[in-house]
């Protein structure tokens, strides 16, 4: 079952899942819900963070993994998505647009970013090294922001030290109520399971084949007819939107914003939870973001020391002996293992 | 008696705890009592970890030292420590864990203004109880936070007056953190100055991560001020003393820090960059009182160093002694009844008397000013005793308003 | 007059900084493709040496060179124990260098402590158009300037230098005709971590050094080098010349974070219009 489960992750993600996968993700659902009886509130609150930053993670490996173009600055939009939130939020007392705006804001800009980069034609490492450059450039003006006189409606902005107080999510039929944190954690686990099989269906369709294939060969996919910039400007705008989800469920997961969530360490930190779990499939950077997250509170209260220290040995083991990240290097040993026709032939077989 | 890690012991959770050696808690007849637990939550890792490493210290020999004296209400205290490696996702998710899963009865800690305002709405919806030990830019008004550092409205108040008139520093030019702190104090500095008859020539604020101040000195020179004041932050601004040393030197021109030695900059510095800098602060080790010289003795000889402590180490002793009082007088650890005690609560510590004042849960203190001479340490002028936090009674009063939580921005103009 | 001295300085102080944190970092680059997210720690590791080195009692001028040495040793053994297996992974470099750089941070502060330290110099102050500037920042220029013409004398005029750029213009060929790339490309990191190493010695008496230093210099250097292209002496100075020129007035004229915003956006600007960089289109170079 495992072995089977491991194929299917592995699987041209042109394919159809198969019915092992749906029975996993009826069991993620499951387990969701069945969660909060054994955890307390502190467990469902880290367990929730992991589930929005998973949400960033996956905004990045989409991108990357299925139409090549590697994103350093996916903290451009979680930031904008954080912030349009919060001051949203703040000023007209309602939550449910400014969640929304949360999401289509950061959208927008990727469509503005998008014309400017991909149909200026930058070539891959560059598009990645402006996307990192204009994160930093939006962490160092957020900075600049400590002032009196930058104020947004009523909500000071408040550079360095950012926003606190940002309000809860309010229901929307029924302002009254609040989302407390076994709610958000239900909302942000519904939203990730939602987001994951959204993301694994659209790359059955048309339109998914046509990415991956622009991944493969742009040129080629250009030959047959495709306009491929067509093609990543809505990739970029998608992956823009889900980022901007993961910055306005952060602002409601923590009631605050901050610089930070533009700056240059949590950038790198989406990168390695990308690369640690494996940018190849969509389950990987969810369990890299897990893992990181869990290791990085579990360290803090250990009295090891240095946390960094451990951190950085880690990922210099990951490089150096699980390329892939963890999920397909584990996938490969348990289809080995369990003997599992492998993916070579399943592969050999479906193109027949 | 070194800190080691024999003292620290695994909790069910997976968090660590510091506990007293089960010999001091036998021998002070405790030790099958259950115990009263303090969170803290500092930066051991990360950029903000100067500020936090001797206050992590300094709280866990309080915790003991109280132990070994037979405890608190008849019972032990345990301390459970979080490293938030200096960041306020970290903050967040451990104080949510220390009030809910390790159910500590309060915390204590945070080094930003931000990470305190990540704190407070936790502690505030699970109704417990923080202590702030650390200076700040004052302005809270909330009665389950405890502020027990200096605010602008006690230091620059004995600072200011020092500097402008009896060192005639008439024309002042303002470099400041840019950020809260830096933006509240330099309005407090302008504000005193010209109350003094003194002039402010220009506030400059100074993002944290600048560490070339070529350009900024050049402007200076231009403006030809008699002192320099520094409400500057962090390991990158350290630079500015160097590079102000190279260039103009407290030769030729005065210059007063509101968060120098607080980082132990002193030390951190050559003895020549350091020397004729003026500070006010409301502890340093070299106070030399009875009170300061066997706090400093006590810390060396707890952890085995021998260097500087300053002022923020002292002030996380500061603020377990207070909490510890309070618990006393209200009998019961429980964080309401702690609250309703702590008005008026205070204790003989190593700076001098301190005294929480109920109105604004901010503390009442002695505010030493000072000035370092050629050997990295300091040189008393003058104590002010017992100054108050003025700024932030202008603005709150917790005896009306006991259910107010904002942190006030003072108007001045 | 006097004002336009003080530009001058300002604007020769500020490429100066730049060409020293960011040419190691743009040798190894236009090199290897390595991008080493650890240079801003390397630069961290070579000021501690300076730091060591001073307290044993060393003068500054022999503690430069031997921090830089060291910097340059510890630079080989990353190269053989981890970059080596990581030629033509451009992105794993980059977690890994990350990984290294973390490691680097956390030994040093168990170590040395979190707090800065500083190596006093005392070489006196000089006057630029009315104002006192350090005396030590003449040092930092002239430093800025030998490391450069170093670096193009090793390149241009000796064997190795040869082996090297050809190496880097076409390593199949160069490994056609014997020489072992290897251990060029070892070379090329150590001697890259060496000018590192040395550039963090240099800035140690001006801005200290303590274990979070790098952060402060990684995304200017990173910068720098992505602008400049390819080619690390021509791109090093030219991008240096170009964001050092907006640095310095700007930062003069206002503010230090107004200049750095200004330089940020100029490098996006820049990368529009020359994706590839300053150099990127030059056929030869060096």
Known sequence: MLGYLFRDFRRPASERPSIVWWVFVALLAATLVYLPHQLGLAGLMDLSVIFVLALLALSMSFLWGYIGMLSFGQTVFFGMGGYVYAVAAMNWGTTTLPFLLGILLPMAFAVLLGFFMIYGRLSDIYFSVMTLVLTLILNKAMRATSGSQFVVGDVRLNGQNGIPGVPPLQVPWNPTVTLFIDHVYYLSGAILILVYVGLRLLLTTPFGRIMVGVRENEKRIELLGYNSRRYKLVAFVLSGGLAGLSGTLFAIWGNFVAPEMFGLGRAAEVIIWVIVGGKATLIGPIVGVGLIQYLTTWLGMQGVGQVTLILGMILIIFVLLFKEGLVPTVGNLLVRVLGVKSNDAAKKRDHK | ?413 | MDSLMIYIYQVAFSFSILVLISLGLALIFGMMKVINLAQGEFLMLGAYFCVLFSNMGLPLWITVPLAGLAVGAFGVVVERTVIQFLYGRVLDTLLATWGISLFMIGIITTIAGPQSHSVSVDVGRISVGGLAVPGYSAIIIAGAVVMLAGTYAIWRYTNLGLIVRGTMQNPEMSRALGTNTSLIYMFTFGFGSALTGLAGALLVPLFGASPTMGALYISKAFIAVISGGPWPLIGTISASGLYGGIDGVISYLYSPVLGEICVLLVAIGMLRLLPEGITGHMRKGI
């Not at chain 2, 500020?51 to 210290?57: A, R």
């Not at chain 2, 377990?320 to 009998?331: D, F, K, N, P, Q």
């Not at chain 2, 008005?343 to 301190?354: D, F, I, Q, R």
Request: with cysteine.
């Open chain 2, 1 to 413: 008696m070194k800190l080691s890690r024999r003292q620290f012991t695994k909790l069910a959770s997976g968090g660590l705890a510091f506990a007293s050696l089960q010999g001091t808690l036998s021998s002070a007849g405790i030790a099958s009592e259950a115990p009263i637990k303090i969170g803290n939550i500092l930066d051991q890792t990360g950029g903000l970890n100067i500020y936090s490493l001797k206050q992590m210290k300094a709280v866990a020999m309080a915790v003991d030292e109280i132990n070994a004296a037979g405890g608190l209400v008849g019972r032990p205290l345990e301390l459970i420590f979080y490293d938030a490696q200096s960041s306020n996702q970290l903050y967040s998710q451990y104080a949510t864990q220390a009030l809910l899963r390790d159910e500590v009865d309060t915390i204590h800690g945070g080094v930003t203004s931000s990470s305190r305002e990540v704190i407070r709405p936790i502690v505030q919806r699970f109704e417990s109880l923080y202590f702030y030990n650390s200076l700040y830019e004052g302005g809270v008004c909330d009665r389950r936070h405890v502020s027990t550092g200096m605010v602008p409205g006690q230091q620059l108040d004995a600072l200011c007056p020092y500097v402008v008139n009896e060192r005639g520093g008439k024309k002042g030019y303002i470099l400041a953190a840019d950020y809260n702190y830096g933006h509240i104090t330099s309005r407090w500095l302008q504000k005193y100055i010209r109350d003094l008859g003194g002039e402010d020539l220009a506030v400059e604020f100074i993002p944290l991560d600048v560490s070339n101040f070529s350009s900024v000195i050049a402007r200076i020179q231009d403006a030809k001020p008699d002192v320099v004041w520094s409400a500057l932050v962090g390991a990158a601004h350290m630079s500015f003393y160097r590079q102000f040393h190279s260039t103009i030197g407290t030769d030729q021109m005065m210059l007063a820090g509101t968060t120098y030695s607080i980082g132990r900059e002193q030390v951190e510095l050559s003895p020549e960059e350091g020397e004729g800098i003026i500070l006010a602060t409301s502890f340093y080790d070299g106070l030399d009182t009875p009170a300061a010289n066997d706090f400093v003795r006590r810390f060396h000889e707890y952890t085995g160093e021998t260097d500087y402590i300053g002022e923020y180490g002292e002030s996380g002793y500061r603020g377990i002694a207070l909490w510890a009082e309070a618990v006393r007088r209200a009998g019961n650890a429980e964080p309401d009844a702690v609250i309703e005690a702590l008005g008026g609560t205070s204790v003989e510590g190593a700076g001098g008397l301190y005294t929480i004042d109920g109105q604004t849960n901010h503390t009442i203190m002695n505010i030493h000013v000072a000035v370092q001479n050629d050997k990295q340490e300091f040189d008393a002028i003058k104590t002010f005793e017992q100054r108050q936090p003025v700024d932030t009674q202008l603005v709150c009063n917790l005896n009306e308003n006991p259910n107010d939580t904002t942190q006030y921005e003072v108007q001045l103009d």
